[in-house]
């Protein structure tokens, strides 16, 4: 269990420890909003790159739900962090409704990753994606859909207030 320099015995003012407190937590804040984005950077190109994988094996025409199953599991072993239809909840004049809305996959708790099987996406899509990345106040998202011939023409990453490392 961590405890302050203050409990152990060092002479430190308690204005002094405060300053130091709030320095702190500043540089980590910093620090990890940093490894953050870098994170989802990397992330995201692993799932496009599973995806695509996925995608040349299985082809087009499958449902929604199989190519979401088959992504979550190749993405486990390659040791990441999924979670599968994940409930959002949303606010609205005072009250609260659990899991109106439920996104496909959450990715190391970071990426939200929307899966289709639709000839073509719609924009309705990118919106139903920015919706859930405002109300998860996640930065990053992907729309996959593996309908296409490709899986080139199916990827769309979307973002929230995302602002890159220079």
Not at 1 to 15: D, L, T
Not at 31 to 48: F, G, L, N
Not at 79 to 105: C, H, K, N
Not at 114 to 119: F, R
Request: proline share 3%; with cysteine.
């Amino acid at each position: 269990m961590w405890r302050s320099p203050v409990s152990w015995g060092w002479a430190i003012s308690r204005r002094c420890w405060r300053g130091c407190k709030r320095i702190i937590r500043a540089e980590t804040a910093k620090h990890a909003e940093r490894t953050r984005i870098i994170d989802i950077d990397a992330i995201s190109s692993e799932v496009v790159g599973e995806a695509i994988k996925i995608h040349r094996q299985l082809g087009p025409g499958l449902l929604e739900s199989v190519y979401e199953t088959v992504l979550a599991a190749s993405l486990s072993r390659r040791g990441f962090m999924v979670a599968r239809q994940v409930p959002i909840a949303i606010e609205y004049d005072g009250l609260t409704i659990d899991a109106a809305f439920r996104v496909d996959l959450l990715i190391e708790a970071r990426l939200v990753v929307e899966i289709k099987a639709v000839e073509q996406i719609q924009k309705v899509h990118a919106k139903q994606l920015l919706t859930y990345l405002r109300l998860m106040k996640q930065p990053v998202g992907l729309l996959l859909n593996f309908s296409g011939l490709t899986m080139k023409e199916g990827i769309r990453r979307l973002v929230n207030n995302y602002q890159p490392i220079d």
